[in-house]
């Protein structure tokens, strides 16, 4: 089993749609989550970084937290064709020094 | 402006020339990383530092070397790199081990 999982997609939404990514990961202790987003060729960017469970939104952008079920979420809402890209979540271990990234799902936005 | 820098960006070499990608950041972060990332696989995390003189060994150390002998400075050394290091190399800088980690521009290697 994976340490963090993701479905690879693609996913794809209409514009103006949600988008609605999941992930799974094995490491109880594990103490950040973060979902960054990736185009192709380019390094990945940060879109969310949550610590405590719940929800936290900034802008068009919802991370949610659920460390019972070991499981973080990532909605976009309004989407738009620049949101098109593989969107990686990576969880923090619960030494605090190793960031595991799971395989990516890649969202397509179609106008 | 706050960044990491890798160098070079491109890298097209032969198996067994040692080479060394260069990275630094000027964000004052204890931690960095690097990464390699290949299709299918992910990113990996090769070697990482908690500090200065402190590296540890990520989840694919075989035929990389690093050192911290400065704050800023992170590089990446392949002794006798082989084509199955051919790969997209990112290094990613933090405050601490926990904090958002800020990813250089990348690094694609070719070794023929």
């Known amino acids: 089993q994976k340490e963090v999982e993701q479905n690879s997609g693609p996913l794809s939404v209409p514009e103006g749609a949600i988008a609605s990514l999941n992930c799974t990961y094995s490491?109880?202790?594990?103490?950040?989550f973060f979902w960054y987003r990736q185009y192709s060729g380019k390094s990945p960017e940060l879109i969310m970084s949550?610590?405590?469970?719940g929800d936290k939104e900034d802008g068009r952008f919802t991370a949610q937290l659920n460390k019972a079920s070991q499981y973080v979420s990532l909605l976009i809402r309004d989407s738009q064709p620049s949101d098109s890209a593989t969107y990686l979540c990576a969880v923090n271990g619960a030494a605090g020094n190793k960031l595991t990234f799971g395989g990516g799902t890649r969202v397509l936005v179609k106008p | 402006e706050a960044q990491v820098t890798q160098n070079p960006r491109y890298l097209i070499t032969v198996t067994g020339k040692k080479l060394t990608v260069t990275c630094s950041q000027n964000?004052?972060?204890?931690?960095m990383s690097w990464y390699r990332q290949d299709p299918g696989l992910g990113l990996r995390q090769i070697y990482y530092s908690m500090n200065v003189e402190v590296t540890d060994k990520g989840d694919v150390p075989e035929g990389y070397k690093v050192s911290r002998k400065e704050k800023r400075n992170f590089p990446l050394i392949l002794e006798s790199p082989s084509p199955n290091q051919t790969s997209l190399y990112f290094c990613?800088?933090?405050?601490?081990?926990?904090?958002?980690?800020?990813f250089g521009p990348g690094t694609r290697l070719l070794v023929l």
């Open positions: 490491d109880r202790g594990s103490q950040s």
């Open positions: 964000m004052n972060h204890e931690y």
């Open positions: 949550i610590y405590s469970n």
């Open positions: 990613a800088s933090s405050l601490s081990g926990l904090e958002t980690q800020y």
